[in-house]
């Protein structure tokens, strides 16, 4: 199992970001993924979620600006990050979750840097 993570970058306050994250090894119709993000002497925390069916889920720090998406037919997900904070520097993950087997996969991380 692999999930491979990229778009990360440093950008200006204010300015938009898109992530991507494909899985590969993965066999399965009904997969969560999601995106998680941990900022310096900060705990991992959720970003956003979808489910096999599109239902997706945010963190109140960033329903309004962020927008996950989902190709199921790639394995792939999308974190469109509009209207970036400062706040928001941070190393993002993706995680996919497996219900048939009950196990989480994690991608390595990519760093987004928000900074003037």
């Known amino acids: 199992v692999q999930l491979q993570a990229s778009g990360g970058g440093l950008v200006q306050p204010g300015g938009s970001l898109t992530l991507s994250c494909a899985a590969s090894?993965?066999?399965?119709?009904?997969?969560?993924m999601a995106w998680y993000r941990q900022a310096p002497g900060k705990q991992r925390e959720l970003v956003a979620g979808?489910?096999?069916?599109?239902?997706?889920n945010y963190a109140g720090s960033v329903k309004g600006r962020f927008t996950i998406s989902r190709a199921n037919v790639k394995n792939t997900i999308y974190l469109q990050m509009n209207s970036l904070k400062p706040e928001d520097t941070a190393v993002y993950y993706c995680?996919?979750?497996?219900?048939?087997?009950?196990?989480?996969?994690w991608g390595k991380g990519t760093q987004v840097t928000v900074s003037s």
């Open positions: 090894g993965i066999i399965s119709r009904i997969m969560i």
């Open positions: 979808i489910t096999s069916d599109g239902v997706t």
């Open positions: 995680k996919v979750y497996v219900p048939a087997v009950d196990m989480d996969y």
